[in-house]
Antibody, heavy 122, light 108 residues
Framework: QVQLVESGGGVVQPGGSLRLSCAPS???????????MHWVRQAPGKGLEWVAF????????YYADSVKGRFTISRDNSKNTLYLQMNSLRVEDTAVYYC????????????WGQGTLVTVSS | EIVLTQSPGTLSLSPGERATLSCRAS???????LAWYQQKPGQAPRLLIY???SRATGIPDRFSGSGSGPDFTLTISRLEPEDFAVYYC?????????FGQGTKVEIK
């Protein structure tokens, strides 16, 4: 059983910053350092939007054009934790942010956290 | 960037009926790297199908995927009450991942 828990969401003003974290729960049965991880977001009432991917060792990082240059994905395998540093936040970044474990070389997301809500508002 | 267009936007069916959902890509999907996810209100998405036609762990065999190139299909052979949800297709190509806009399967 794989369980992921996101944290760090909240309300921030436009132009502000926030850092999200994602970690396997204490009951999770997978070796975090062996898998790539994704961030995917969902604006209220809207569909899914892929945000970023990081390889198992952090050497590969890819971003959606909508966040490139503003968001940074990283991981600390010694702490079994995934991060998303979000800078220069915009109103349109308001969404539930999910972390997800990769399947099949990163092409898909097979286990997802329950998400953390980020609201960008003045 | 490959754009995925799902149709129909909403599918109204009764339990026991067959559901056919379509996902069309703006260009050919490399190596058929296409997946389907199910999402219920207030829940995270769940992976159903990957590599076009492979069922994810624990997914019942009433769910099946098919297709190639730009056209892909998710079929639910006989709808169960728990299958009424929103379904998304997703593709990978050139270090970018994209989702379709979703199809809602609702009870008629």
């Amino acid at each position: 059983q794989v369980q992921l828990v996101e944290s760090g969401g909240g309300v921030v003003q436009p132009g502000g910053s926030l850092r999200l974290s994602c970690a396997p729960s204490g009951f999770s049965e997978f070796t975090f350092s062996r898998y790539g991880m994704h961030w995917v977001r969902q604006a209220p009432g809207k569909g899914l939007e892929w945000v970023a991917f990081i390889g198992y060792d952090g050497s590969k990082k890819y971003y959606a054009d909508s966040v490139k240059g503003r968001f940074t994905i990283s991981r600390d395998n010694s702490k079994n934790t995934l991060y998303l540093q979000m800078n220069s936040l915009r109103v349109e970044d308001t969404a539930v942010y999910y972390c997800a474990k990769e399947l099949a070389m990163g092409y898909y997301c097979d286990y997802w956290g329950q998400g953390t809500l980020v609201t960008v508002s003045s | 960037e490959i754009v995925l267009t799902q149709s129909p936007g909403t599918l109204s069916l009764s339990p026991g009926e067959r559901a056919t959902l379509s996902c069309r890509a703006s260009q050919s999907v490399s190596s058929n790297f296409l997946a389907w996810y199910q999402q219920k209100p207030g829940q995270a998405p769940r992976l159903l199908i990957y590599d076009t036609s492979s069922r994810a762990t624990g997914i019942p065999d009433r769910f099946s995927g098919s297709g190639s190139g730009p056209d892909f299909t998710l079929t639910i052979s006989r709808l169960e009450p728990e299958d009424f949800a929103v379904y998304y297709c997703q593709q990978y190509g050139s270090s970018l991942w994209t989702f379709g806009q979703g199809t809602k399967v609702e009870i008629k």
